[in-house]
């Protein structure tokens, strides 16, 4: 997807303090190595000396320089296996001093095969996303602040279960830091149903933040903002690609499903493209409604409440938090 000039310096600045930290890693490994281990200096010397030779042969092209450059050549693997043998005997592997790299595909160059490399193509999408989540509330919640015990242990979760709503909403709560701690990048995600203030938004946002944590490119929006913006977007009315974007990112989480205008054929349509083309690809989403079941399938095409049922559904009980001030 195209970025503006802004986003691409941005990730080309975050790739270039990449580089930096990974070189001074090295550094300080190699600082260790010659201070435990004096002669591993000496063999250092001697294998550019090696390197010296072979070059020098070959430029200045010598009657026996096929016979230097032999000789150099076996000293030179000799050298470096006897370095290796030494660090391994005094505990590091052999591979401890080389240079360090995030990405060894493009060694973090940005590039690979005459085109940018797939970790530079993420660093764009994450730089893009926290744009894009700047406004929201991202920061706000984790799951060490879910207060359990704001739930009834002596109310039923609903007339038909036989848990009550504490239990319930533990259940709930468990099911969302494990599709945080065992989030991967590929999976269907979470409906979350329930009245307003029962912890929906809380929860999504404390997984948002452990998986940003993890490395993930999350993008966290309300349905109807993100709707906003597509279709200004489309229209020519906003600059950018919202919609490459959130179909692209590693989890995508709609907040307040079913808050945006009613019979709007168009981000029905749109809402449709997003779910569907994600779900294709088995990238996963998080997706919060206050609308029950019924409602959703009043509100919503049958092919559109298909897909959002085919996710796993999490019911949420209780009394809305925000209303008890101690929490």
Request: glycine share 6%; charged share 30%.
């Amino acid at each position: 997807m195209p970025f503006d000039k802004r986003i691409f310096e941005a990730a080309q600045e975050r790739l270039a303090k990449r580089r930096s930290e990974n070189k001074r890693v090295e550094d300080l490994r190699r600082i260790e190595i010659h201070g435990k281990i004096p002669e591993y200096g000496e063999l250092e010397r001697r294998l550019a000396d090696t390197m010296s030779e072979i070059f020098s042969a070959i430029a200045n092209k010598k009657a026996n320089s096929e016979e230097i450059v032999s000789k150099a050549m076996s000293d030179n693997m000799e050298i470096q296996k006897k370095m290796g043998d030494l660090l391994e005997q005094n505990g590091y592997p052999r591979d401890y001093p080389d240079p360090v790299y995030t990405c060894q595909k493009c060694r973090d160059k940005g590039t690979a095969d005459g085109k940018w490399c797939e970790c530079f193509n993420r660093l764009l999408n994450t730089v893009a996303a926290e744009e894009l989540n700047a406004r929201s509330p991202l920061r706000l919640s984790t799951f060490e602040s879910f207060n359990i015990n704001h739930y009834s242990d002596k109310e039923k979760a609903s007339k038909a279960s036989p848990m009550t709503q504490r239990e319930a909403m533990y259940n709930n709560y468990r099911e969302c830091v494990n599709f945080a701690e065992n989030f991967n990048g590929k999976g269907m995600g979470l409906l979350m149903i329930g009245d307003t203030g029962l912890g929906k938004t809380h929860l999504s946002l404390a997984a948002a933040n452990r998986i940003i944590e993890r490395g993930f490119c999350v993008i966290y929006d309300s349905a109807p903002e993100i709707l906003r913006r597509i279709d200004k977007e489309q229209f020519g009315r906003a600059d950018g690609d919202t919609m490459q974007l959130i179909l692209d990112c590693d989890l995508l989480i709609l907040d307040d499903l079913g808050s945006e205008p009613p019979k709007n054929e168009r981000y029905i349509s749109t809402l449709y493209e997003i779910i569907n083309a994600r779900q294709s690809r088995l990238l996963p989403m998080i997706i919060n409604t206050n609308l029950k079941g019924d409602e959703i399938k009043e509100r919503y095409s049958d092919r559109l409440f298909s897909r959002l049922l085919s996710m796993e559904v999490l019911l949420f009980c209780g009394n809305d938090y925000r209303l008890n001030s101690s929490l």
